[in-house]
């Protein structure tokens, strides 16, 4: 055998075709798995194959091996953002049409078979020569997906689920024939009554058309809900793929001489202009070389409020342009763009499986040989005790119905399918089904300080004026003055002063002589006053002494990690103001909710320890990690890890990427950078921590509905086996259960689609 241990490898998707049931996703996974090199896992929902495989091995290999299986399949074709201009429109094609027109027809026919079975008043002189003629096109034609499934199969030397329902069907279906032509049951005048019990007879009076239509429709029903259920939950992937714009204005040419071209999307490389008027969707991303406009982004972040946007402004692709004209400099085209990647966060997601699927998988790949022999034993023991061929062979065919593991293969990815599906319509991208399992688990909850728990960006935190001074007169002129520099404290002072001026009709007033005393602060003439703004130092420079008072709101301020600055004009110190890294919106009401979840908070940050400890007082963190470099957050994680804990981490930044990784579950802000997103599990488009509270419920939600799914699966089977072994249900009793089973399964999963 060849060592591929350190092999390169690549990894394609297989979208498979063929499979009914998670027994055959079971074996198409087993002999891919046989190839050296190759680890492949098969999702039955979602019909594709995750292969890894070396360069040994090629794509055609791993499709000879599926199609050598007894199943088809192919190379997915390319996903593209919205659609090909020119093309014309197309009606949305609907996969389960062929399926739905199935089961029609095989309702239509079954519902008077059953009928006449079950009301022996209705049954009329010839009433079983009718229900042959109607049953026969149900049995036949109707479960012809699951004969040919069974065949198929059988051929490959192996049996699924939907050899059960094939032998249960076909040979209810074929013992009504021998009672029609060889025995009694095909005199005229014949009845029997409907009963839910098995009834002693030798059987050649006796007909089983309306087990044989009867279940055949049923299990139709289920797979046509299954088909459904699987259409619904790929809406959320598509619905991101077509929110994309369809084409594009470029430009053409520079300057005055250039000229707009309409072409489409797909045209669009890394570097070209192009015009978004007001009203159209941004083709791509990209960063804005000329206009000012608002931006509704609200499709990609679930923000309601309109970005401001100007030169050297990003973009996102399918955002609206609410305002003016923009002129946008593509950055990122085609499978690179945002929002093609948030579709394949949630195809990678749906294509994953989890641990719990697994547990399905397997018990279905040994679950239809035993049933086969207990169907065998159970004719075996019925015959032996004389209770008729008749009552042996019910008996044996309920066994062989109500068996049939359809819900098992449905519990899992109808479940993960939703989930995933939902929480990329509320803003959360689960990266891989295993999340599911982390975050069960989690008991801790690590977050980084600035861009999760904090805004990131510096904000008038609070005016501490001299006795006897006007704190907004010291707001105003040291906003006026700082209006001058473009230090990111200047920048906070002014904005605030302005916001302040703008509420009251006022306007800052202009600056003369302005200067930059470097790593001090700034001077100049404002209204006729030399105002200084800055360090104490500058100050002493000039001559001016700083009061007490200031001392100790300078001293204070530094205390909690804010950065102050005094303010004085005319040779006296007027106050203090102090900028901030200011708590974001929610994000208290953020952790005690992660709080109620059971999660103990923990604040882990690079920024000094005052900083951190008067964040963490206002957010409500008692444990605190300061002044720890981005090496050692990783260490910080490890740590707790070693202590027994179960870590997830929230970071939005670089610095964040290894301790994602490291942790148990790594959540990242949408808002943050890509390496912090790669390395996470899930992404919180919004970037707002709300959102992380409500990605560890939804993920809980989804894990609980599969394991209610699944016991409802296990339980029923197990539950169901011996009461038809013992002669205690119809075949057709059998059938409606099975299927209303499944159809549970399938409504109880869809249920994810309401949470909240």
């Not at 719990?356 to 790949?365: C, E, F, K």
């Amino acid at each position: 055998m060849t060592d591929t241990t350190n092999a390169p490898t690549s990894a394609v998707d297989l979208v498979i075709g063929g499979m009914t049931c998670a027994s055959c996703a079971t074996r198409i996974e087993k002999k891919l798995n046989k190839i050296d090199g190759v680890t492949a896992t098969v999702n039955y929902s979602t019909e594709k194959a995750r292969v890894t495989f070396p360069d040994t091995v090629t794509a055609a290999d791993l499709v000879a091996t599926v199609e050598k299986t007894g199943y088809t399949a192919e190379l997915p074709p390319e996903p593209t953002v919205g659609a090909e201009a020119g093309d014309p429109p197309h009606p949305d094609v609907d996969p389960t049409a062929a399926l739905r027109q199935r089961l029609l027809v095989s309702v239509l026919l079954a519902v008077p078979v059953v009928a006449l079975a079950m009301v022996p008043a209705w049954q009329f002189r010839y009433w079983q020569w009718a229900s042959l003629v109607l049953a026969a096109p149900v049995v036949v034609w109707g479960g012809l997906p699951f004969h040919r499934a069974a065949w198929t199969n059988l051929r490959h030397g192996a049996t699924t689920m939907d050899t059960l329902v094939s032998v249960g069907t076909m040979a209810a279906f074929g013992w009504s024939l021998y009672a029609l032509f060889l025995g009694t049951a095909g005199e005229p005048g014949m009845t029997h009554p409907f009963s839910f019990a098995i009834e002693r007879t030798d059987g050649a009076g006796n007909i089983y058309l309306e087990a044989a239509a009867g279940v055949t429709a049923f299990l139709l029903a289920g797979r046509y809900a299954e088909a459904r259920a699987k259409r619904r939950s790929g809406a959320a992937l598509r619905a991101l793929l077509e929110m994309g714009a369809k084409d594009v204005s470029v430009l053409r040419g520079q300057g005055q001489a250039a000229t707009e071209v309409r072409v489409p999307v797909s045209e669009l490389v890394v570097g070209t202009r192009f015009v978004v008027r007001p009203g159209e969707k941004v083709a791509t991303d990209g960063e804005v070389e000329e206009g000012t406009s608002a931006v509704d982004a609200s499709m990609v972040t679930g923000e309601s409020v309109p970005v401001e946007v100007g030169p050297g402004s990003r973009v996102v692709g399918a955002t609206v342009n609410a305002g003016g004209r923009l002129v946008v400099r593509a950055t990122r085209v085609g499978a690179d763009t945002q929002l093609a990647q948030m579709a394949r966060l949630v195809e990678d997601a749906q294509n994953g499986k989890a641990q719990v699927q697994r547990l399905a998988d397997r018990v279905s790949g040994v679950f239809v040989p035993v049933v086969i022999v207990l169907a065998v034993a159970t004719l075996g023991f019925w015959v032996g005790t004389g209770a008729g061929w008749s009552a042996a062979f019910t008996a044996a065919v309920a066994v062989l119905i109500i068996a049939c593991p359809c819900a098992l293969g449905l519990a899992t990815p109808t479940a993960l399918m939703v989930g995933t599906g939902r929480g990329a319509q509320l803003g959360i991208l689960i990266k891989g089904p295993e999340v599911l399992e982390s975050t069960r688990r989690v008991d801790t909850v690590v977050l980084d300080k600035t861009g999760t728990v904090t805004t990131g960006r510096m904000t008038l935190d609070e005016v501490v004026p001299a006795t006897g001074e006007d704190a907004a007169e010291v707001l105003r002129l040291a906003g006026a003055l700082e209006d001058a520099s473009e230090h990111p404290v200047a920048r906070a002072v002014a904005a605030a002063a302005r916001q302040v001026l703008d509420a009251t009709g006022g306007a800052l007033p202009g600056v003369e002589d302005f200067a930059n005393e470097q790593g001090l602060g700034v001077r100049g003439q404002v209204e006729g006053r030399v105002v200084l703004v800055g360090r104490p130092r500058l100050l002493a420079d000039w001559s001016v002494a700083v009061p007490t008072e200031l001392t100790d709101a300078l001293a204070a301020a530094h205390a909690r990690g804010a950065t102050a600055v005094v303010v004085a004009w005319d040779g006296r110190a007027r106050g203090v103001v102090t900028v901030a890294d200011t708590v974001k919106e929610g994000s208290v009401e953020a952790v005690a909710e992660l709080r109620r979840l059971g999660l103990t908070p923990v604040l882990l940050t690079g920024d000094n320890e005052g900083a951190a400890r008067h964040v963490a007082e206002l957010v409500g963190i008692d444990d605190v990690h300061a002044e720890v470099l981005p090496q050692d957050k990783v260490e910080v994680v490890r740590g707790l890890q070693d202590q027994g804990r179960v870590v997830a981490m929230v970071g939005d930044g670089v610095n964040d990427a290894a301790a994602l990784a490291q942790a148990d579950l790594g959540l990242a802000m949408g808002t943050g950078t890509d390496v912090a997103i790669e390395a996470s599990d899930l992404t919180l488009v919004r970037g707002d921590l709300r959102v992380a509270a409500d990605a560890i419920r939804l993920a809980r939600r989804t894990l609980s509905t599969i394991r209610g799914n699944l016991f409802w699966a296990f339980a029923y089977n197990v539950a169901a086996i011996p009461l038809a072994a013992a002669g205690l249900l119809s075949p057709m009793f059998a059938g409606g259960a099975m299927a209303l089973s499944s159809v549970f399964v399938v409504t109880n999963s869809l249920r994810l689609r309401t949470f909240r």
